[in-house]
């Protein structure tokens, strides 16, 4: 079975660029989260989807962060203009119900220079 | 504070050797505990459940405290191997799981 799949895997691009990443979750799964990993802060939860609607953004760092999901199978989270600070990992999950255990994506390792 | 802690490490042990981690969570009603392993540059991977009765898995014991609010892994005949950072997961004030900074675990020959 495919796991969750994220795309790209490496991003490295100017702050003020838009970054788009993506990820397409495990067939069948109704829950879908969007992290962040850096040294400094750890694995932070930036938004959570249930049947492809946004439940809990409250992590979402500012209004340069939007993420979708227009569908059951693909989301995106977007940062429009990009900054260096926000150089990190960002890992996409998803499981049946938020309250299983979450299957990761191998993650997306942006370089805002 | 977090509402769920782990001590950040580096657990520097030999091999053979057994080793344990805690993590404590701050929300008395959470109801799903979970150990995750994350090897260097990877994404993280579920290690094992941890249920109430506590939980074995060949060289890996999960047990959980809800007197004291603590979730622990024993590690027993630790391998090089094993070599990764361990985050345990429980949940925050909203019901949502959350994850804790990791511990992370070095083993030497």
């Known amino acids: 079975d495919a796991g969750v799949i994220q795309s790209p895997r490496h991003e490295v691009t100017e702050m003020g660029q838009e970054v788009t990443l993506r990820c397409k979750p495990i067939s069948g799964h109704n829950s879908l989260f969007w992290y962040r990993q850096t040294m400094m802060r750890g694995l932070e939860l930036l938004i959570y989807f249930n049947n492809n609607v946004p439940i809990d953004d409250s992590g979402m760092p500012e209004d340069r962060f939007s993420a979708k999901m227009p569908n059951a199978s693909f989301s995106t989270l977007k940062i429009q203009p990009s900054e260096p600070r926000d150089s990190a990992v960002y890992f996409c999950?998803?499981?049946?119900?938020?309250?299983?255990?979450?299957?990761f994506g191998d993650g997306t390792r942006l370089s805002i220079l | 504070r977090k509402e769920v802690e782990q001590d950040p490490g580096p657990f520097n042990v030999p091999e053979g050797a057994t080793v344990a981690f805690n993590c404590t969570y701050s929300n008395s009603a959470s109801q799903s505990f979970f150990w995750y392993r994350q090897d260097c540059r990877k994404e993280p991977k579920l290690l094992m459940s941890?249920?109430?009765s506590g939980n074995e898995d060949g060289r890996f014991t999960a047990q959980l405290n809800r007197a004291s609010q603590y979730i622990s892994l024993l590690i027993r005949d630790s391998k090089l191997s094993d070599s990764a950072t361990y985050l345990c997961v429980g949940h925050n004030a909203g019901n949502m799981l959350t994850f804790g900074g990791g511990t992370r675990l070095m083993v030497k020959p």
């Open positions: 999950a998803s499981t049946w119900t938020k309250n299983q255990p979450q299957h």
């Open positions: 941890v249920y109430s």
